[in-house]
């Protein structure tokens, strides 16, 4: 009995190394992780792959934690949950969605933003770039509108077909306004009113003549 | 009178030159007259042609040599396959050193320093980004700083907020 479970963890070990071998570590990992960091971000891209999600979010997510001097432990952690909320994203937006929305996507989800909130977005959304939204959204719960509210604000939005251009020149109020002293849920609201009133007058500002999106 | 009318007048006169030569009865004298009215212009064409050529040649030069500006800079992240330029701006007057770190640089400290403009303490740097969604931060003397003029990103994983760049 013993001696079979030894000769199955030995046929498990040797299928795991062939697989860690068949995939080829990215090599801009190789000198800046250990060595059995680089084989863990590897097999975690691994399964990003497979699943037809996109792996450089993952590896810049592992150097951006090397850069920042983060243990080995914290990187793999970190990457692991950032593919996990790949999948959830990728879920909730469908086949259609691009790696930048997958990855605005994943980044509002760290901060709370429920799937009904990414679904709804997709459905008043679908043909403009989701990231522009998904990007206000986690800007706006990061400078302290709470996650119910910022959803419900962006959401509205959206729906009135709220275009891009409006959407950053509310995003730059909000901060503005919040910068001044202004509670961060009501200067939300505040500014959404504004845009949503502009949108029914058909007011559209002057779309910016660089590329930038911020 | 101008340059314009003189020619014009000048080619009249030839013309009316020719037709006042004896004709011959057959296509020649057809073929002489309408020389006389062309031949101003055909040299014209010349001109033109010259000069188009010139402004072909200049805008196929200027083309390259933008395209030869525009694919420089931190090595395009794969799949992307657009790029556009940006200008970082981090005002430190007390720093020593600084830095833009983030996706699109492999999130190196030593590929994009910032340069320091006057003693105000403004610094800067412009940089050729792929299409795509960034996130960054400054390294300054070491420590991390978000860009105030950014959107603030997710994530927080590594104790520090980073900034997002969205290019189209």
């Avoid at chain 1, 509670?183 to 058909?202: D, S, T, V």
């Avoid at chain 2, 004709?23 to 004298?29: E, F, K, P, S, T």
């Avoid at chain 2, 010139?54 to 805008?59: D, L, P, Q, S, W």
């Amino acid at each position: 009995m013993l001696r079979r479970n030894i000769s199955n963890a030995a046929l498990l070990t040797m299928l795991t190394g062939a697989t860690l071998a068949a995939q080829q570590s990215d090599a801009r990992l190789v000198g800046r992780l250990s060595r059995s960091a680089v084989d863990s971000v590897t097999a975690l891209t691994g399964h990003a792959t497979a699943r037809g999600l996109p792996i450089e979010p993952l590896i810049q997510k592992a150097l951006e934690g090397q850069s920042k001097g983060a243990e080995d432990r914290l990187i793999l952690r970190a990457v692991e949950d950032l593919l996990d909320r790949l999948n959830r994203a990728s879920a909730a937006l469908g086949d259609d969605a691009d790696d930048s929305e997958l990855v605005a996507a994943a980044g509002a989800m760290h901060l709370g933003v429920s799937t009904g909130t990414l679904q709804n977005v997709v459905a008043a959304y679908r043909d403009q770039s989701l990231a522009v939204p998904l990007v206000v959204l986690t800007d706006m719960i990061r400078k302290g509108v709470a996650v119910p509210t910022a959803s419900s604000v962006i959401v509205q939005l959206v729906e009135a077909r709220v275009d891009i251009e409006s959407l950053q020149r509310f995003r730059r109020l909000v901060e503005r306004d919040i910068s001044s002293g202004a509670a961060p849920g009501e200067a939300a609201i505040i500014r959404a009113r504004g845009a949503l009133l502009e949108r029914q007058r058909g007011f559209s500002p002057p779309a910016p003549e660089w590329r930038p999106l911020f | 009178m101008s340059e314009s009318t003189s020619r014009n007048r000048h080619t009249f006169e030839r013309a009316v030159e020719e037709l006042r030569r004896p004709a011959h009865g057959d296509d020649r004298d057809v073929t002489r007259i309408m020389r006389a009215v062309y031949r101003d212009r055909s040299g014209r064409w010349w001109w033109r042609a010259a000069a188009a050529a010139a402004i072909a040649a200049t805008i196929i030069v200027t083309a390259g040599l933008w395209r030869l500006v525009t694919t420089e800079g931190p090595r395009p992240v794969a799949g992307h396959d657009s790029s556009s330029f940006v200008q970082f701006v981090y005002v430190g007057p007390e720093a020593h050193a600084v830095s833009l770190v983030g996706s699109f640089n492999d999130w190196d400290p030593r590929a994009n320093p910032l340069q320091r403009d006057g003693r105000a303490g403004v610094w800067s740097a412009e940089i050729s980004l792929p299409s795509g969604h960034h996130e960054y931060a400054f390294n300054v003397d070491g420590r991390w700083v978000p860009d105030d003029d950014a959107p603030t990103g997710a994530s927080d994983e590594f104790g520090v907020t980073n900034s997002v760049i969205l290019v189209q």
